[in-house]
Protein backbone atom coordinates (compact mmCIF):
# COMPACT_ATOMS: atom_id res chain seq x y z
CA UNK A 1 0.00 0.00 0.00
CA UNK A 2 3.19 2.44 1.05
CA UNK A 3 4.56 1.42 -2.71
CA UNK A 4 1.10 2.41 -4.59
CA UNK A 5 1.00 5.54 -2.28
CA UNK A 6 4.31 6.46 -3.03
CA UNK A 7 3.82 5.95 -6.68
CA UNK A 8 0.64 8.22 -6.84
CA UNK A 9 2.30 10.84 -5.15
CA UNK A 10 5.18 10.71 -7.41
CA UNK A 11 2.26 10.70 -10.50
CA UNK A 12 0.80 13.64 -9.32
CA UNK A 13 3.81 15.63 -8.46
CA UNK A 14 5.14 15.63 -12.16
CA UNK A 15 2.06 16.64 -13.07
CA UNK A 16 1.88 19.52 -11.50
CA UNK A 17 5.30 20.42 -12.52
CA UNK A 18 4.89 19.18 -16.32
CA UNK A 19 1.33 21.56 -16.01
CA UNK A 20 3.30 24.47 -14.32
CA UNK A 21 5.91 24.41 -16.79
CA UNK A 22 3.74 24.31 -20.02
CA UNK A 23 1.65 27.57 -17.90
CA UNK A 24 4.69 29.44 -17.24
CA UNK A 25 6.12 29.42 -20.65
CA UNK A 26 3.09 30.20 -22.42
CA UNK A 27 1.43 33.02 -20.16
CA UNK A 28 5.43 34.40 -19.88
CA UNK A 29 5.08 34.91 -16.59
CA UNK A 30 9.39 35.32 -16.26
CA UNK A 31 9.60 35.88 -20.12
CA UNK A 32 11.54 39.15 -18.63
CA UNK A 33 13.30 37.62 -15.86
CA UNK A 34 17.35 37.01 -17.05
CA UNK A 35 20.59 36.61 -15.56
CA UNK A 36 23.10 37.98 -17.68
CA UNK A 37 26.80 36.53 -16.79
CA UNK A 38 28.37 37.89 -20.05
CA UNK A 39 31.44 39.90 -19.27
CA UNK A 40 30.65 42.72 -21.05
CA UNK A 41 26.89 42.41 -20.29
CA UNK A 42 25.92 42.01 -24.00
CA UNK A 43 22.41 40.82 -23.19
CA UNK A 44 21.33 43.90 -20.60
CA UNK A 45 19.91 46.57 -22.54
CA UNK A 46 20.99 50.47 -22.30
CA UNK A 47 18.34 52.21 -20.22
CA UNK A 48 18.39 54.72 -23.09
CA UNK A 49 17.27 51.57 -25.60
CA UNK A 50 14.71 50.43 -23.46
CA UNK A 51 13.61 54.44 -23.08
CA UNK A 52 12.76 54.08 -26.47
CA UNK A 53 11.09 51.20 -27.05
CA UNK A 54 8.66 52.09 -24.12
CA UNK A 55 8.06 55.14 -25.86
CA UNK A 56 7.02 53.56 -29.13
CA UNK A 57 3.71 54.91 -30.56
CA UNK A 58 2.96 53.06 -33.63
CA UNK A 59 3.77 49.18 -34.55
CA UNK A 60 7.04 48.62 -35.83
CA UNK A 61 8.48 45.60 -37.71
CA UNK A 62 11.94 44.78 -37.76
CA UNK A 63 12.58 41.98 -40.32
CA UNK A 64 16.27 40.42 -40.41
CA UNK A 65 17.30 39.18 -43.63
CA UNK A 66 19.83 36.74 -43.52
CA UNK A 67 20.96 33.84 -46.26
CA UNK A 68 21.10 31.03 -43.76
CA UNK A 69 21.91 28.64 -46.70
CA UNK A 70 24.72 31.13 -48.64
CA UNK A 71 26.55 31.30 -45.24
CA UNK A 72 26.99 27.45 -44.51
CA UNK A 73 30.55 27.60 -44.97
CA UNK A 74 31.04 31.28 -43.34
CA UNK A 75 31.33 30.28 -39.43
CA UNK A 76 31.30 34.03 -38.79
CA UNK A 77 28.42 35.45 -39.82
CA UNK A 78 26.34 32.74 -38.93
CA UNK A 79 28.07 33.00 -35.22
CA UNK A 80 27.30 36.90 -35.26
CA UNK A 81 23.74 36.07 -36.58
CA UNK A 82 23.04 33.93 -33.99
CA UNK A 83 24.06 37.02 -31.57
CA UNK A 84 21.78 39.41 -33.57
CA UNK A 85 19.06 37.50 -33.30
CA UNK A 86 18.96 36.78 -29.20
CA UNK A 87 19.97 40.93 -29.21
CA UNK A 88 16.88 41.57 -31.42
CA UNK A 89 14.42 39.61 -29.83
CA UNK A 90 15.74 41.05 -26.43
CA UNK A 91 14.34 44.27 -28.10
CA UNK A 92 11.03 42.68 -28.69
CA UNK A 93 10.37 41.33 -25.05
CA UNK A 94 10.79 45.28 -24.14
CA UNK A 95 8.78 46.19 -27.24
CA UNK A 96 5.31 46.09 -25.59
CA UNK A 97 3.72 44.55 -28.37
CA UNK A 98 4.65 46.95 -30.71
CA UNK A 99 7.39 45.97 -31.41
CA UNK A 100 7.59 43.03 -34.13
CA UNK A 101 10.75 40.97 -35.17
CA UNK A 102 10.74 38.91 -38.63
CA UNK A 103 13.68 36.46 -39.62
CA UNK A 104 13.93 35.83 -43.18
CA UNK A 105 15.82 33.75 -45.52
CA UNK A 106 16.53 34.81 -48.63
CA UNK A 107 17.56 32.20 -50.70
CA UNK A 108 18.40 32.88 -54.43
CA UNK A 109 15.81 33.83 -57.00
CA UNK A 110 13.17 34.26 -54.59
CA UNK A 111 10.39 36.90 -53.75
CA UNK A 112 12.31 37.18 -50.04
CA UNK A 113 15.49 37.98 -52.24
CA UNK A 114 13.48 40.26 -54.43
CA UNK A 115 12.46 42.30 -51.14
CA UNK A 116 15.62 42.68 -49.42
CA UNK A 117 17.11 44.28 -52.65
CA UNK A 118 13.56 46.53 -52.66
CA UNK A 119 14.54 47.40 -49.18
CA UNK A 120 18.37 48.46 -50.20
CA UNK A 121 19.92 45.96 -48.39
CA UNK A 122 23.86 44.76 -49.60
CA UNK A 123 24.47 41.70 -51.12
CA UNK A 124 27.82 40.08 -50.28
CA UNK A 125 28.85 38.03 -53.73
CA UNK A 126 30.01 34.46 -52.16
CA UNK A 127 31.52 31.14 -53.50
CA UNK A 128 32.40 30.43 -56.68
CA UNK A 129 29.22 31.01 -58.03
CA UNK A 130 28.74 34.25 -57.06
CA UNK A 131 25.56 33.65 -54.59
CA UNK A 132 24.37 36.75 -53.03
CA UNK A 133 24.38 37.19 -49.06
CA UNK A 134 22.20 39.16 -47.55
CA UNK A 135 22.30 40.23 -43.64
CA UNK A 136 21.39 43.36 -42.79
CA UNK A 137 17.65 44.78 -41.45
CA UNK A 138 15.07 46.44 -42.29
CA UNK A 139 12.42 48.46 -40.29
CA UNK A 140 8.73 49.67 -41.34
CA UNK A 141 5.94 51.80 -39.48
CA UNK A 142 2.16 51.82 -39.56
CA UNK A 143 3.17 54.89 -42.03
CA UNK A 144 5.56 52.31 -44.45
CA UNK A 145 8.36 54.47 -43.95
CA UNK A 146 11.29 52.49 -44.15
CA UNK A 147 15.34 52.61 -42.32
CA UNK A 148 17.45 49.83 -42.80
CA UNK A 149 20.57 48.59 -41.89
CA UNK A 150 22.60 47.18 -45.00
CA UNK A 151 25.07 44.74 -44.19
CA UNK A 152 25.71 43.91 -40.07
CA UNK A 153 29.27 43.48 -39.86
CA UNK A 154 30.88 41.43 -37.57
CA UNK A 155 33.48 43.77 -36.51
CA UNK A 156 31.34 46.35 -35.79
CA UNK A 157 29.36 44.52 -33.03
CA UNK A 158 30.36 47.23 -31.10
CA UNK A 159 27.56 49.70 -32.38
CA UNK A 160 24.92 46.58 -32.63
CA UNK A 161 22.37 48.58 -30.13
CA UNK A 162 23.21 52.11 -31.07
CA UNK A 163 22.47 51.69 -34.53
CA UNK A 164 19.27 49.48 -34.00
CA UNK A 165 18.09 52.05 -31.10
CA UNK A 166 18.36 54.62 -33.86
CA UNK A 167 16.54 53.06 -36.99
CA UNK A 168 13.90 52.50 -33.71
CA UNK A 169 13.92 56.01 -32.86
CA UNK A 170 13.76 57.15 -36.40
CA UNK A 171 10.43 55.09 -37.42
CA UNK A 172 9.22 56.28 -34.19
CA UNK A 173 9.70 60.08 -35.20
CA UNK A 174 9.52 59.92 -39.03
CA UNK A 175 9.54 63.90 -39.41
CA UNK A 176 12.69 65.76 -40.24
CA UNK A 177 14.43 67.37 -37.72
CA UNK A 178 15.94 70.88 -37.79
CA UNK A 179 19.62 71.84 -37.20
CA UNK A 180 19.98 75.99 -36.75
CA UNK A 181 23.46 77.75 -38.16
CA UNK A 182 24.43 80.82 -36.01
CA UNK A 183 27.54 82.17 -37.82
CA UNK A 184 29.22 85.10 -40.06
CA UNK A 185 30.87 82.98 -41.90
CA UNK A 186 29.32 81.79 -45.34
CA UNK A 187 29.18 78.13 -44.31
CA UNK A 188 25.95 77.93 -45.70
CA UNK A 189 26.61 79.33 -48.84
CA UNK A 190 25.83 83.45 -50.13
CA UNK A 191 24.61 85.53 -53.22
CA UNK A 192 27.14 87.80 -55.03
CA UNK A 193 25.82 90.16 -57.41
CA UNK A 194 28.96 89.18 -59.73
CA UNK A 195 28.55 85.06 -59.65
CA UNK A 196 25.46 84.48 -58.34
CA UNK A 197 24.56 82.11 -55.49
CA UNK A 198 27.56 80.44 -54.16
CA UNK A 199 27.07 76.91 -52.50
CA UNK A 200 28.62 76.67 -48.71
CA UNK A 201 30.68 74.02 -47.86
CA UNK A 202 30.23 70.62 -48.78
CA UNK A 203 29.27 69.34 -44.98
CA UNK A 204 26.71 71.93 -44.85
CA UNK A 205 24.91 70.63 -48.14
CA UNK A 206 25.10 67.28 -46.97
CA UNK A 207 22.88 68.25 -43.84
CA UNK A 208 20.56 69.90 -45.90
CA UNK A 209 19.72 66.30 -47.72
CA UNK A 210 18.86 65.15 -44.40
CA UNK A 211 17.91 68.00 -42.02
CA UNK A 212 15.82 71.19 -42.33
CA UNK A 213 18.93 73.52 -42.16
CA UNK A 214 17.89 76.83 -40.80
CA UNK A 215 20.56 80.04 -40.54
CA UNK A 216 19.82 82.05 -37.44
CA UNK A 217 21.27 85.67 -37.47
CA UNK A 218 23.95 86.20 -34.70
CA UNK A 219 22.00 88.91 -33.42
CA UNK A 220 18.76 86.61 -32.47
CA UNK A 221 17.52 87.19 -29.54
CA UNK A 222 15.39 84.10 -29.71
CA UNK A 223 16.59 80.15 -30.62
CA UNK A 224 13.26 79.31 -31.63
CA UNK A 225 11.96 75.51 -32.29
CA UNK A 226 14.83 73.84 -33.35
CA UNK A 227 16.24 70.49 -32.62
CA UNK A 228 19.96 71.52 -32.58
CA UNK A 229 22.12 74.77 -32.23
CA UNK A 230 25.50 74.71 -33.95
CA UNK A 231 27.14 78.36 -33.01
CA UNK A 232 30.40 78.54 -35.30
CA UNK A 233 32.59 81.24 -34.70
CA UNK A 234 31.42 83.54 -32.27
CA UNK A 235 32.68 87.08 -31.92
CA UNK A 236 31.58 89.81 -30.32
CA UNK A 237 28.08 88.13 -29.60
CA UNK A 238 25.50 90.49 -27.74
CA UNK A 239 24.28 89.57 -24.12
CA UNK A 240 20.71 89.50 -25.45
CA UNK A 241 22.25 86.61 -28.25
CA UNK A 242 24.40 84.88 -25.35
CA UNK A 243 21.19 84.65 -22.85
CA UNK A 244 19.26 83.25 -25.53
CA UNK A 245 21.67 80.57 -26.08
CA UNK A 246 22.10 80.08 -22.36
CA UNK A 247 18.70 79.21 -21.96
CA UNK A 248 18.09 77.18 -24.97
CA UNK A 249 20.54 74.94 -23.48
CA UNK A 250 19.30 75.29 -19.56
CA UNK A 251 15.48 73.90 -21.40
CA UNK A 252 17.07 70.96 -22.45
CA UNK A 253 18.52 72.18 -26.18
CA UNK A 254 21.36 70.56 -27.50
CA UNK A 255 24.06 72.85 -28.75
CA UNK A 256 27.36 72.38 -30.81
CA UNK A 257 30.14 75.51 -30.22
CA UNK A 258 33.21 75.77 -32.33
CA UNK A 259 35.24 78.14 -31.08
CA UNK A 260 39.34 78.91 -32.90
CA UNK A 261 42.18 80.85 -31.67
CA UNK A 262 43.42 81.31 -35.20
CA UNK A 263 40.94 80.50 -38.01
CA UNK A 264 42.54 80.24 -41.01
CA UNK A 265 39.13 79.95 -42.60
CA UNK A 266 38.17 83.39 -42.15
CA UNK A 267 38.41 86.02 -44.60
CA UNK A 268 39.30 89.84 -43.80
CA UNK A 269 39.06 92.27 -46.12
CA UNK A 270 42.64 94.07 -47.13
CA UNK A 271 42.57 97.53 -46.39
CA UNK A 272 44.23 99.46 -49.12
CA UNK A 273 45.62 102.23 -46.04
CA UNK A 274 46.78 99.30 -43.92
CA UNK A 275 48.52 96.09 -46.22
CA UNK A 276 49.33 94.41 -42.78
CA UNK A 277 45.67 94.95 -41.52
CA UNK A 278 44.67 91.66 -42.78
CA UNK A 279 47.46 89.71 -42.02
CA UNK A 280 47.78 91.23 -38.26
CA UNK A 281 43.55 90.53 -37.94
CA UNK A 282 42.02 88.87 -34.78
CA UNK A 283 40.82 86.05 -36.59
CA UNK A 284 39.81 84.53 -32.71
CA UNK A 285 36.84 83.10 -31.13
CA UNK A 286 35.36 82.87 -27.86
CA UNK A 287 32.31 81.94 -25.65
CA UNK A 288 33.70 82.61 -22.30
CA UNK A 289 30.65 84.34 -20.53
CA UNK A 290 28.98 81.08 -21.34
CA UNK A 291 32.26 78.71 -20.82
CA UNK A 292 32.51 80.44 -17.07
CA UNK A 293 29.32 79.73 -16.02
CA UNK A 294 29.58 76.06 -17.14
CA UNK A 295 32.86 75.22 -16.15
CA UNK A 296 34.85 74.92 -19.37
CA UNK A 297 38.36 76.76 -19.73
CA UNK A 298 39.20 77.96 -23.14
CA UNK A 299 42.05 80.34 -23.73
CA UNK A 300 41.62 82.28 -27.62
CA UNK A 301 45.87 83.52 -27.64
CA UNK A 302 46.64 79.78 -27.42
CA UNK A 303 47.37 77.28 -30.21
CA UNK A 304 48.23 73.81 -29.75
CA UNK A 305 51.31 72.16 -32.03
CA UNK A 306 51.94 68.46 -32.15
CA UNK A 307 54.93 67.24 -33.58
CA UNK A 308 53.68 63.43 -34.16
CA UNK A 309 50.27 64.36 -35.83
CA UNK A 310 51.84 67.31 -37.68
CA UNK A 311 50.83 66.96 -41.96
CA UNK A 312 53.60 67.97 -44.52
CA UNK A 313 52.04 70.65 -46.39
CA UNK A 314 53.65 72.94 -49.79
CA UNK A 315 55.33 76.04 -49.20
CA UNK A 316 55.06 79.28 -51.53
CA UNK A 317 58.38 78.35 -53.09
CA UNK A 318 57.19 74.71 -53.64
CA UNK A 319 58.96 72.85 -50.84
CA UNK A 320 57.12 70.10 -48.69
CA UNK A 321 57.36 71.04 -45.08
CA UNK A 322 56.18 69.83 -42.26
CA UNK A 323 53.32 72.15 -40.13
CA UNK A 324 53.33 71.45 -36.50
CA UNK A 325 50.33 73.69 -36.22
CA UNK A 326 48.11 71.55 -39.12
CA UNK A 327 47.22 68.17 -38.05
CA UNK A 328 46.20 64.65 -38.89
CA UNK A 329 44.79 63.22 -35.92
CA UNK A 330 44.43 59.21 -36.02
CA UNK A 331 42.46 56.39 -33.94
CA UNK A 332 44.84 56.84 -31.22
CA UNK A 333 43.60 60.30 -30.74
CA UNK A 334 40.08 59.74 -31.02
CA UNK A 335 37.81 58.38 -28.26
CA UNK A 336 36.97 54.97 -29.66
CA UNK A 337 34.65 54.57 -26.38
CA UNK A 338 32.32 56.61 -27.86
CA UNK A 339 30.05 56.10 -30.61
CA UNK A 340 30.65 59.31 -33.11
CA UNK A 341 34.50 58.78 -33.21
CA UNK A 342 34.53 54.57 -32.77
CA UNK A 343 34.67 53.80 -36.48
CA UNK A 344 37.20 57.28 -38.03
CA UNK A 345 40.43 57.02 -39.00
CA UNK A 346 41.69 60.22 -39.74
CA UNK A 347 40.26 64.21 -38.54
CA UNK A 348 42.29 67.58 -39.53
CA UNK A 349 42.27 70.14 -37.62
CA UNK A 350 44.46 73.40 -38.53
CA UNK A 351 45.59 75.69 -35.63
CA UNK A 352 43.57 74.77 -33.10
CA UNK A 353 42.66 75.72 -29.45
CA UNK A 354 42.79 73.53 -26.24
CA UNK A 355 39.67 72.95 -23.97
CA UNK A 356 40.28 71.75 -20.09
CA UNK A 357 37.82 71.76 -17.06
CA UNK A 358 37.60 70.05 -13.98
CA UNK A 359 37.55 66.21 -13.66
CA UNK A 360 34.66 64.31 -15.07
CA UNK A 361 33.83 67.63 -16.59
CA UNK A 362 34.95 66.87 -20.10
CA UNK A 363 34.35 63.83 -22.38
CA UNK A 364 37.14 64.09 -25.27
CA UNK A 365 36.50 63.24 -28.46
CA UNK A 366 39.67 64.31 -29.79
CA UNK A 367 43.01 65.03 -28.15
CA UNK A 368 46.61 65.08 -28.72
CA UNK A 369 49.56 63.41 -28.66
CA UNK A 370 52.05 63.42 -25.87
CA UNK A 371 54.74 65.16 -28.50
CA UNK A 372 52.61 68.33 -28.01
CA UNK A 373 53.18 71.76 -26.26
CA UNK A 374 51.11 75.17 -26.11
CA UNK A 375 52.38 78.71 -28.17
CA UNK A 376 50.64 82.06 -28.56
CA UNK A 377 48.67 82.82 -31.50
CA UNK A 378 50.27 85.94 -32.17
CA UNK A 379 53.40 83.82 -33.56
CA UNK A 380 50.97 82.27 -36.49
CA UNK A 381 50.05 85.30 -37.81
CA UNK A 382 53.46 86.35 -39.53
CA UNK A 383 54.53 82.97 -39.92
CA UNK A 384 56.08 82.52 -43.17
CA UNK A 385 58.03 79.92 -42.86
CA UNK A 386 56.38 76.72 -40.67
CA UNK A 387 59.99 75.76 -39.94
CA UNK A 388 60.66 78.53 -38.02
CA UNK A 389 58.15 76.02 -35.43
CA UNK A 390 60.42 73.48 -34.65
CA UNK A 391 63.21 75.98 -33.41
CA UNK A 392 61.38 76.42 -30.16
CA UNK A 393 59.44 73.39 -30.10
CA UNK A 394 59.80 71.50 -26.85
CA UNK A 395 57.01 68.62 -26.27
CA UNK A 396 55.19 69.51 -22.87
CA UNK A 397 54.58 65.32 -22.34
CA UNK A 398 50.80 66.67 -22.01
CA UNK A 399 48.07 65.48 -23.93
CA UNK A 400 45.40 68.09 -24.74
CA UNK A 401 41.84 67.90 -25.41
CA UNK A 402 40.78 69.89 -29.04
CA UNK A 403 36.94 68.38 -28.83
CA UNK A 404 34.68 67.30 -26.16
CA UNK A 405 31.36 66.35 -24.86
CA UNK A 406 30.42 68.72 -21.72
CA UNK A 407 28.64 66.29 -18.79
CA UNK A 408 26.76 66.90 -15.87
CA UNK A 409 25.02 69.96 -14.11
CA UNK A 410 25.23 72.94 -15.72
CA UNK A 411 24.23 76.64 -14.42
CA UNK A 412 23.49 79.39 -16.41
CA UNK A 413 25.52 82.30 -17.46
CA UNK A 414 22.44 84.18 -16.29
CA UNK A 415 20.82 83.46 -12.63
CA UNK A 416 18.93 86.89 -12.10
CA UNK A 417 18.28 87.07 -15.87
CA UNK A 418 19.71 89.19 -18.32
CA UNK A 419 19.49 92.61 -16.72
CA UNK A 420 21.14 90.59 -13.69
CA UNK A 421 17.40 90.87 -12.12
CA UNK A 422 14.45 89.05 -11.24
CA UNK A 423 12.24 89.78 -14.16
CA UNK A 424 8.97 88.69 -16.05
CA UNK A 425 10.62 86.16 -18.08
CA UNK A 426 11.16 82.65 -16.64
CA UNK A 427 14.72 82.14 -16.14
CA UNK A 428 15.83 78.74 -15.68
CA UNK A 429 19.20 78.58 -13.97
CA UNK A 430 20.17 75.01 -13.93
CA UNK A 431 20.30 72.33 -15.80
CA UNK A 432 20.74 68.34 -14.46
CA UNK A 433 22.60 66.83 -17.77
CA UNK A 434 23.16 69.05 -20.64
CA UNK A 435 24.11 67.97 -24.23
CA UNK A 436 27.09 70.35 -25.31
CA UNK A 437 29.63 69.97 -27.65
CA UNK A 438 32.37 71.80 -27.57
CA UNK A 439 35.36 72.31 -30.66
CA UNK A 440 38.46 74.34 -30.40
CA UNK A 441 38.90 74.59 -33.77
CA UNK A 442 36.24 75.85 -36.54
CA UNK A 443 38.44 75.26 -40.18
CA UNK A 444 37.40 71.36 -39.24
CA UNK A 445 34.21 72.88 -40.94
CA UNK A 446 35.39 73.66 -44.18
CA UNK A 447 36.15 71.58 -47.49
CA UNK A 448 39.94 72.14 -47.96
CA UNK A 449 40.42 69.76 -44.99
CA UNK A 450 38.65 66.66 -45.24
CA UNK A 451 37.55 66.63 -49.19
CA UNK A 452 38.94 67.32 -53.15
CA UNK A 453 36.91 67.73 -55.32
CA UNK A 454 36.74 67.46 -59.32
CA UNK A 455 35.07 68.06 -62.45
CA UNK A 456 33.99 64.78 -64.24
CA UNK A 457 32.05 65.73 -67.40
CA UNK A 458 30.54 68.74 -65.98
CA UNK A 459 29.17 67.54 -62.37
CA UNK A 460 31.46 68.25 -59.94
CA UNK A 461 32.70 64.85 -57.89
CA UNK A 462 34.01 64.48 -53.97
CA UNK A 463 36.24 62.44 -52.70
CA UNK A 464 37.41 62.74 -49.01
CA UNK A 465 40.75 62.24 -47.59
CA UNK A 466 39.66 62.44 -44.05
CA UNK A 467 36.56 61.68 -41.60
CA UNK A 468 35.92 65.56 -40.98
CA UNK A 469 32.36 65.31 -42.69
CA UNK A 470 31.65 61.63 -41.08
CA UNK A 471 32.43 62.96 -37.52
CA UNK A 472 29.90 66.05 -37.74
CA UNK A 473 27.40 64.08 -39.84
CA UNK A 474 28.09 61.28 -36.62
CA UNK A 475 27.37 63.56 -34.29
CA UNK A 476 24.48 66.08 -35.50
CA UNK A 477 22.71 62.29 -36.09
CA UNK A 478 23.26 62.06 -32.38
CA UNK A 479 22.78 65.22 -30.86
CA UNK A 480 19.45 65.50 -32.96
CA UNK A 481 18.19 62.26 -31.80
CA UNK A 482 16.11 61.64 -27.93
CA UNK A 483 18.33 62.12 -24.79
CA UNK A 484 18.21 58.23 -24.65
CA UNK A 485 20.26 57.95 -28.08
CA UNK A 486 22.86 60.13 -27.06
CA UNK A 487 23.33 57.70 -23.48
CA UNK A 488 24.23 54.84 -25.47
CA UNK A 489 27.69 54.17 -26.24
CA UNK A 490 29.50 51.16 -27.79
CA UNK A 491 29.49 48.86 -25.93
CA UNK A 492 31.60 45.30 -25.49
CA UNK A 493 31.96 42.34 -28.03
CA UNK A 494 31.26 38.66 -27.68
CA UNK A 495 34.71 37.74 -29.07
CA UNK A 496 36.39 36.42 -25.95
CA UNK A 497 40.23 35.36 -27.27
CA UNK A 498 42.02 33.00 -25.17
CA UNK A 499 44.32 35.41 -23.40
CA UNK A 500 46.23 33.23 -21.29
CA UNK A 501 47.30 31.06 -25.15
CA UNK A 502 48.09 34.71 -26.62
CA UNK A 503 49.72 35.78 -23.62
CA UNK A 504 52.22 32.44 -23.75
CA UNK A 505 52.22 32.85 -27.06
CA UNK A 506 53.72 36.27 -26.93
CA UNK A 507 56.83 35.57 -24.16
CA UNK A 508 57.62 32.45 -26.45
CA UNK A 509 57.57 34.59 -29.48
CA UNK A 510 60.10 37.26 -27.23
CA UNK A 511 62.10 34.20 -26.43
CA UNK A 512 62.58 33.15 -30.35
CA UNK A 513 62.98 37.03 -31.61
CA UNK A 514 66.10 37.16 -28.44
CA UNK A 515 67.72 33.96 -29.87
CA UNK A 516 67.21 34.93 -33.38
CA UNK A 517 68.62 38.70 -32.14
CA UNK A 518 71.77 36.32 -30.91
CA UNK A 519 72.47 34.46 -34.03
CA UNK A 520 72.72 37.30 -36.55
CA UNK A 521 74.88 39.33 -33.47
CA UNK A 522 77.43 36.29 -33.27
CA UNK A 523 77.32 36.00 -36.91
CA UNK A 524 78.04 39.98 -37.48
CA UNK A 525 81.12 39.65 -35.24
CA UNK A 526 82.47 36.55 -37.06
CA UNK A 527 82.05 38.34 -40.44
CA UNK A 528 83.73 41.36 -38.64
CA UNK A 529 86.68 38.86 -36.93
CA UNK A 530 86.80 37.22 -40.36
CA UNK A 531 87.61 40.31 -42.30
CA UNK A 532 89.80 41.89 -39.76
CA UNK A 533 92.11 38.38 -39.90
CA UNK A 534 91.61 38.85 -44.08
CA UNK A 535 92.55 42.35 -43.89
CA UNK A 536 96.06 41.96 -41.44
CA UNK A 537 97.44 39.29 -44.27
CA UNK A 538 99.30 40.29 -47.46
CA UNK A 539 98.16 40.68 -50.90
CA UNK A 540 99.77 37.41 -51.61
CA UNK A 541 97.95 35.21 -49.16
CA UNK A 542 94.37 36.52 -49.87
CA UNK A 543 93.29 33.21 -51.35
CA UNK A 544 94.88 31.15 -48.45
CA UNK A 545 92.95 30.50 -45.40
CA UNK A 546 94.86 31.07 -41.97
CA UNK A 547 94.63 28.22 -39.50
CA UNK A 548 93.12 31.17 -37.20
CA UNK A 549 90.33 31.89 -39.60
CA UNK A 550 89.61 28.11 -39.76
CA UNK A 551 89.49 28.14 -36.54
CA UNK A 552 87.01 30.83 -36.27
CA UNK A 553 84.85 29.55 -38.77
CA UNK A 554 84.30 26.28 -36.88
CA UNK A 555 83.89 27.90 -33.89
CA UNK A 556 80.98 30.05 -35.97
CA UNK A 557 79.53 27.06 -37.12
CA UNK A 558 79.41 24.93 -33.35
CA UNK A 559 78.13 28.08 -32.34
CA UNK A 560 75.17 28.59 -35.16
CA UNK A 561 74.68 24.73 -34.67
CA UNK A 562 73.75 25.11 -30.98
CA UNK A 563 71.77 28.67 -31.68
CA UNK A 564 69.62 26.63 -33.99
CA UNK A 565 68.90 23.73 -31.43
CA UNK A 566 68.07 26.36 -28.98
CA UNK A 567 65.34 27.87 -31.43
CA UNK A 568 63.67 24.58 -32.24
CA UNK A 569 63.55 23.93 -28.70
CA UNK A 570 61.68 27.83 -27.81
CA UNK A 571 59.80 26.65 -30.62
CA UNK A 572 58.63 23.51 -29.05
CA UNK A 573 58.23 24.36 -25.50
CA UNK A 574 55.51 27.18 -26.98
CA UNK A 575 53.60 24.13 -28.20
CA UNK A 576 54.28 22.12 -25.00
CA UNK A 577 52.97 25.06 -22.54
CA UNK A 578 49.97 25.73 -24.82
CA UNK A 579 49.17 21.89 -24.74
CA UNK A 580 50.24 21.50 -21.06
CA UNK A 581 47.02 24.26 -20.44
CA UNK A 582 44.75 22.66 -22.54
CA UNK A 583 45.24 19.08 -20.56
CA UNK A 584 45.16 21.13 -17.17
CA UNK A 585 41.75 22.57 -18.41
CA UNK A 586 40.45 18.70 -20.01
CA UNK A 587 41.90 17.13 -16.40
CA UNK A 588 39.61 20.07 -14.47
CA UNK A 589 36.25 19.74 -16.58
CA UNK A 590 35.98 16.13 -16.99
CA UNK A 591 37.97 14.27 -14.16
CA UNK A 592 38.41 16.97 -11.44
CA UNK A 593 34.88 18.29 -11.44
CA UNK A 594 32.86 14.79 -11.19
CA UNK A 595 35.26 13.88 -8.64
CA UNK A 596 34.45 16.67 -6.02
CA UNK A 597 31.15 15.95 -6.93
CA UNK A 598 31.32 12.40 -6.12
CA UNK A 599 33.46 13.21 -2.94
CA UNK A 600 30.52 15.50 -1.95
CA UNK A 601 27.98 13.05 -2.24
CA UNK A 602 29.77 10.44 -1.00
CA UNK A 603 30.50 12.62 2.23
CA UNK A 604 26.61 13.43 2.74
CA UNK A 605 26.01 9.79 2.03
CA UNK A 606 28.05 9.24 5.01
CA UNK A 607 27.02 11.72 7.40
CA UNK A 608 22.73 10.52 6.39
CA UNK A 609 24.20 7.61 7.21
CA UNK A 610 25.96 7.98 10.57
CA UNK A 611 22.93 10.04 11.88
CA UNK A 612 20.77 7.10 10.80
CA UNK A 613 23.25 5.11 13.35
CA UNK A 614 23.05 7.53 15.83
CA UNK A 615 19.18 7.31 15.75
CA UNK A 616 19.12 3.51 15.96
CA UNK A 617 20.89 3.59 18.80
CA UNK A 618 19.03 6.28 21.10
Known amino acids: MKKQAHKTQLLILAVIFLLSSIIISQSGLFSRLRVDLTENNLFTLNDGTKNILKEIDENIHLRLFFSDQATSDIPVLRTYQRRVVDFLEELERYGNGKLKLSVIDPVSFSEEEDEASQYGLQALPVGEGGENVFFGIAGTNALDDVEVIPFLQPDKEAFLEYDVAQLIYNLNHPQKRTVGVMSQLPLLGSFDPQEGQIPGQIMFEQLKDMYDVVAIEPTATNIGEIDLLLVVHPKNLSDETLFAIDQYVMKGGRLMVFVDPMAQSEEVPADPQNPMAQIQADRSSNFAKLFNAWGVTYNPAQVVLDNQQAVSIQSQQGQTIRHLGITSWDQQNLNDEDIVTLDLSSVNTALAGVLSAEEGRLSPLLSTSQQSMLTNNDAMSL ?17 YVIAARVNGALNSAFPGGLDGEESNVDVVTQIEQAHVVVFADVDILYDRMWVRSQNFFGRQIYSNFADNGTLINNLVDNMTGSADLIQIRARGTSNRPFDKVLEIQRVSEQK ?69 LGTKLKFINIALIPIIITLIVVFLSWRKAKRKERQYVK
Open 383 to 399: LFNPNALFQNFTADNES
Open 512 to 580: YRETENKLLQQLRETESKLNELQRSKGQENQLIISQEQQTEINKFKQRKLEVRKSLREVKRNLNKDIEA
